[in-house]
């Protein structure tokens, strides 16, 4: 698994160290609002597990499943909710996690899914963001680390399923993906 990874982007160590930094940053935000947080699975679990056994403020966790990529390494632009909210938001401050931002298709998506349901207010908290490919805009409140224009994996990033269990972002090589 490791030998199909080009370069390591950020380390375990860089990645836990910024997620402390999210934490702090988040906690001193969200202490008395009471969100809902909201990763986008599948690729926003490992980075969402981590940041909220941080978060010393009372929550409600759930999840949302989106599908854009069909098993390739282009987004389609295309969004479909595989899987809902169980909360109402209504009336309630959402704080979306999401792995990696690029075109922001799937972000402004749920933004303005979560806005039309009178959410109090909806923020982003992105372990990953390729400014490069943007097409739609979104504005990313709270953010780990710049990825250049490259396929990652790694930290709940996949190719076809796999590499997700990586404890480290990475480059996929190429010759993974072109063939
Ligand atoms: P967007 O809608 O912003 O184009 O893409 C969001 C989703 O596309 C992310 O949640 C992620 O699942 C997937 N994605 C975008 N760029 C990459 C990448 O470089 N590697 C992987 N594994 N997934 C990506
Ligand atoms: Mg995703």
Partial sequence: MNNDIEKVLYTQEQIDQ?????????SAKYHDE???IVPVMT??????SE???????????????????????ESSGKVRLLRDLSHD??????????????????LEFLNKLFASRGAKSV???????????REAPVKIDYLGFTVPNEFIVGYGLDYNGLYRNLPYVGVLKRSVYEK
Avoid: Q
């Fill in 43 to 48: 690729g926003a679990m490992m980075f969402a």
């Fill in 34 to 36: 009471f969100p809902v």
């Fill in 123 to 133: 923020e982003i908290c992105s372990l990953l963001d390729k400014p490069e490919r």
């Fill in 51 to 73: 940041l909220m056994k941080r978060l010393n403020f009372k929550l409600n966790i759930d999840y949302v499943d989106v599908s854009s990529y069909e098993d390739s390494s």
């Fill in 89 to 106: 938001v209504s009336g309630r401050p959402v704080l979306m996690i999401e792995d990696i931002i690029d075109t922001g298709h799937t």
């Fill in 18 to 26: 910024r997620i402390d930094e999210l934490a702090a940053t988040l």
